[in-house]
């Protein structure tokens, strides 16, 4: 919580001197007045405070300037499309999701999507196509431009949509300065342009030649919100992929490639773990019923931790919700039943990865960007059908059920052995329970609720890296721990043993982890090493710890890598730092012959005066993440495990083509 401001009260002789200066009229207007005194914060003049707030300051926006003002709000972050989850993916998902709406309804089995660069520095071009009924051609413009506009408050026109307040499409009008659309029905078209929202064209007319009907739109982010994007097609290709998964049946094609499935979760599920499976795949779909229709696909492997995919009318809620801890609780009372013992959540959950979708008519998301389902009513619908689905599935694959079951005795053996081994931890960290040797905190974490959001652990190494990042961090919301070098390389190690490690455990105890993720107490894990072959080698060994024993982490878009500028390229008049040689190239050739060029070895040459701005709103964070779950053991196993003659071969190969 901010510090409570101290105010003292005035006396009435106070009070009466104030009056009598006052009235008392100024002797000269050239004469040195004292500084005034003010409580304003700092940054902001009292002139700023005592600004007049009458009628004339109330403004009343349209609701498209509301979304270029407040863009937050309709779309969550900007960034520049090096996060999944930036603005510009979800610009493109919001009309993906209207052609996707029209499959739901029966009506088109394809979606065209292309996205390209354009000449303009920091844009590109995006278009796509469904195959539906297209937007009704004398409410074109509406359908695109006001908000609250559209066909899904129409339970008989869209009955499982994911939009539906109608704002979508419009926020993606508003926040491009090139957006076009056109409506096919029946051999008559309607196109509108807008820049920014504003309308600058439309028009109507027959086609002379016979085109399917649907719904084209092409748009432009805009530049000016989206600060030097850039489209990242993987994870673009991703996205396609969850779309087919989710829509058996639809085809989307994606700059020519061609994305299907024909089995929905399984297939979704299958690509994910590949013959990484101890037993097959459990499949279920249900009905359509008066509360929806659900489908799951699950099962377990070697890996620690768990692993889950949820959805809710075709969008990935990436946070969950209501329909995801109402399937691990189904999924439970499941097993439970069809084995008639009571076993714990802990042992059935250890090793599961599992997918689950669900149509509803009326979703309830807790925010625009639509992340985490708040519907608290199907909680029972869908735990009942999840564990009659699950125990069903068991009568039936007897062979599974029996591999199943080796898999939580295993998992209640693995535990039992593991409390042994973290109490024998607690008991060696209860001298610095109240201080963990190489934190230095922050005052908000995860579980503060807004303040918490931003909250950031570096891990760094040594005391000098972590030196400058102390003096210039925002202790509100970032905190820093620092290692003592190396960390042990726990490839293909019992999980017991990261326990027994004393820097890997104060680690956990500094991140929360030490008995589950739950308790994960800072939104971002960034890893800060330096910029050469010992720094990468110890970002390796931290991403193999993650990988290898919190994949949830990593996959739940917790964990990050900071870039800090490789050189200092000035002047007298001008500093510039770059991050790659082509910037350092660049910045000299701009700068001139007499720039000082400066190379950092190490983060701790940086001084906190200049780290300050690397670790601000300034910040470049590389988020971690996989493609599959199933190549996660074979990276960590080439490039951590055994010295093979591949690996020796590839490291020869590569060191050789750098030194040349």
């Known amino acids: 919580m901010p510090a409570k401001k101290t105010v003292k009260k005035s006396s009435a002789k106070t009070k009466t001197a104030a009056k009598k200066s006052a009235e008392k009229p100024a002797k000269s207007e050239s004469k040195p007045q004292p500084k005034a005194q003010s409580n304003a914060p700092a940054g902001k003049s009292a002139q700023s405070k005592s600004a007049v707030y009458d009628e004339s300051k109330i403004k009343t926006l349209s609701s498209l300037e509301h979304i270029r003002l407040r863009t937050g709000m309709y779309i969550g972050r900007l960034g520049d499309g090096s996060n999944p989850d930036d603005g510009i993916y979800v610009l493109l998902k919001e009309v993906i999701d209207n052609g996707v709406d029209e499959f739901i309804m029966g ?22 196509r469904d195959f539906g009924r297209g937007i009704p051609l004398g409410k074109l413009v509406e359908c695109v431009s006001v908000i609250n506009t559209g ?12 939009g539906l307040n109608g704002v979508g499409t419009k926020a993606v009008n508003a926040l491009s300065i090139y957006f076009r659309v056109v409506a096919v029905r029946n051999g008559e078209f309607a196109e509108a342009i807008f820049e920014r929202g504003t309308l600058k064209s439309q ?37 396609m992929k969850n779309y087919a998964f989710l829509n058996a049946g639809l085809t989307l094609a994606f700059n020519g490639n061609k994305f299907v499935s024909n089995n929905g979760l399984y297939d979704l599920l299958f690509e994910e773990t590949g013959d990484d499976c101890l037993y097959p795949l459990g499949y279920y779909r249900g009905e359509h019923s008066a509360n929806g229709q659900i489908e799951i696909a699950f099962t377990h492997t070697n890996n620690y931790g768990e692993e889950y995919f949820s959805f809710v009318n075709g969008q990935y809620t990436s946070d969950g919700g209501t329909h995801l801890s109402a399937f691990k609780e189904g999924f439970l009372k499941g097993i439970q039943t069809f084995f008639k013992k009571d076993y714990k959540s802990e042992d059935v959950r250890e090793g599961t990865i ?29 735990v009942q059908e999840v564990r009659n689905a699950v125990e069903d599935w068991l009568h039936k694959n007897p062979e599974a059920s029996k591999k199943l079951e080796q898999k939580i005795i295993a998992n209640e053996s693995l535990r039992t052995e593991l409390n042994a081994v973290k109490k024998e931890a607690r008991e060696a960290a209860k001298k610095i329970a109240l201080k963990i040797p190489k934190l230095k905190d922050c005052k908000f974490h995860l579980e503060d609720g807004e303040e918490g959001e931003e909250s950031t652990i570096f891990i760094t190494e040594g005391d000098s890296a972590a030196g ?5 961090r925002d202790v509100m919301t970032q905190a ?15 999980r017991a043993a990261i326990y027994k490690n004393e820097e890997l455990f104060n680690m956990m105890m500094a991140l929360g982890i030490d008995n589950d993720i739950e308790g994960l107490r800072y939104a971002k894990i960034v890893i800060a090493t330096d910029a050469d072959f010992d720094g990468f080698h110890i970002r390796n060994l931290l991403l193999t710890f993650f990988l290898s024993y919190f994949e949830e982490l990593v996959t739940a878009g917790h964990v990050y890598i900071l870039e800090t500028p490789l050189f200092r390229v000035r002047t007298k008049k001008e500093t510039r730092y770059c991050y790659t040689e082509k910037e350092r190239d660049e910045a000299s050739a701009a700068l001139g012959s007499s720039c000082e060029i400066t190379r950092f070895k190490g983060l701790g040459e940086i001084s906190p005066k200049e780290f300050g701005q690397f670790i601000g709103e300034d910040i470049r964070l590389v988020p971690v993440s996989v493609n599959t779950l199933k190549q996660v053991p074979q990276v960590l196993s080439f490039y951590m495990g055994k010295n093979t003659p591949e690996r020796r071969e590839y490291i020869m190969k590569n060191l050789i083509e750098d030194a040349g």
């Open 203 to 239: 028009r109507k007319g027959k086609l002379k030649e016979k085109i399917k009907d649907g719904t084209l739109v092409e748009f432009t982010p805009d530049p000016e919100i989206f600060k030097n994007y850039a489209f990242n097609t993987e994870f673009i290709e991703k996205r």
């Open 107 to 128: 009506n088109g089995k394809l979606i065209e999507v292309a996205v390209k660069d354009i000449t303009k520095a920091g844009a590109a071009s995006v278009k796509i």
């Open 354 to 382: 599992a997918s689950i979708a669900i149509k509803l008519k009326n979703p309830v998301f807790e925010s625009q960007t639509k992340n985490k389902l708040g519907n608290s009513d199907i909680r029972a619908w869908v």
């Open 151 to 162: 066909a899904k408050y129409n339970d008989d026109v869209f009955q499982f949509s994911v």
């Open 468 to 472: 400058s990042i102390v003096s210039s």
């Open 480 to 494: 820093i721990f620092a290692l003592r070098g190396k960390v042990e390389n726990v490839y293909g190690k019992k």
